[in-house]
């Protein structure tokens, strides 16, 4: 089992790396796109026949202790079989 986790700021933090990739892409003339948030992934591989409840349980632990600062970034994941 693999768990994708998604990291980004808090929507109340200055994302100023995704504000500078919008400006690009405004001035590059790329349509339709209102706003950019920069992030990290994190690629998890859990070990075999792990029960899918402890798998949640146990990244939601692992992301909400581990891989993010919980004062400025907020995280969601996907449990892939």
Not at 41 to 70: C, H, M, S
């Amino acid at each position: 089992m693999k768990a994708h986790v998604y990291v980004t700021l808090k929507r109340t933090v200055l994302d100023a790396q995704g504000q500078t990739v919008a400006d690009a892409l405004r001035r590059m003339e790329y349509k339709g796109v209102s706003d950019v948030r920069q992030g990290k992934y994190f690629l998890l591989t859990l070990e075999d026949g792990i029960d899918p409840k402890t798998a949640e349980t146990e990244v939601q632990r692992i992301a909400a202790e581990v891989l993010t600062n919980p004062v400025i970034e907020e995280f969601t994941f996907r449990l892939e079989s």
